[in-house]
């Protein structure tokens, strides 16, 4: 599984969109977390670096935000 240090110049990793200042990176709850939560301190670090501020929001346990939608609607 790869850590949370990200490839800094990487040519292939996904970059924002210029013009945006604030990411909001969305965590599966039935995902491996630990390999989530290492991609998603990956892109904040990438994005910190281009002055971007990222925010994190996990799903429940055992459900993804789809299925958290799907009960709630």
């Known amino acids: 599984v790869a850590g949370p240090e990200p ?3 990487d040519p292939d ?4 969109p210029d013009g945006i200042t604030e990411t ?3 965590g599966d709850g039935d995902s491996d977390h630990f390999a989530t939560e290492n991609v998603l301190k990956r892109y904040a670090a ?3 670096q ?3 501020t990222t ?3 996990w799903a429940e346990a ?3 935000f789809n ?3 799907r009960v709630r609607a």
């Open 50 to 52: 281009q002055g971007h």
């Open 13 to 16: 990793c996904v970059r924002p």
């Open 55 to 57: 925010r994190a929001a």
């Open 24 to 26: 909001f990176l969305l």
């Open 67 to 69: 299925d958290m939608w």
């Open 46 to 48: 990438r994005w910190a």
């Open 7 to 9: 490839v800094m110049d």
């Open 62 to 64: 055992g459900s993804d």
